[in-house]
């Protein structure tokens, strides 16, 4: 079973930054293939950001390339998400989630979530 813990939410104004965080559980946490995803008020749970591979491949949607970053620490089982030049847009839910299959195809394990509000 493996366990994920956001933190790292809160309310920025727009242009601002956050760093989000994810604690993982899990003894080969270096394996698995992890991902940020979002979901709004009233819209449906979207792919913001993944990582995984020997050589930490990312991926993210067009809406946060080039503003947000995904990295991991595998001596402290945690992935990152840099949020910077954060627009009203960005105000979501975010979700940690992992594939401890490496592939990055379904991701089985979620976490509770973290909340980010981007308001003047």
């Known amino acids: 079973q493996v366990q994920l813990a956001e933190s790292g939410g809160g309310l920025v104004q727009p242009g601002g930054s956050l760093r989000l965080s994810c604690a993982t559980s899990?003894?080969?946490?270096?394996?698995?293939?992890m991902a940020w995803f979002r979901q709004g008020l009233e819209s449906e749970r979207e792919f913001v950001a993944g990582i995984k591979g020997p050589y930490d491949a990312t991926l993210y949607a067009d809406s946060v390339k080039g503003r947000f970053t995904i990295s991991r620490d595998n001596t402290r089982n945690t992935v990152y998400l840099q949020m910077n030049s954060l627009k009203a847009e960005d105000t979501a839910v975010y979700y940690c989630a992992a594939d401890p299959t490496g592939y990055g195809a379904q991701y089985d394990y979620w976490g509770q979530g973290t909340e980010v509000t981007v308001s003047s």
């Open positions: 899990g003894r080969t946490f270096s394996s698995y293939a």
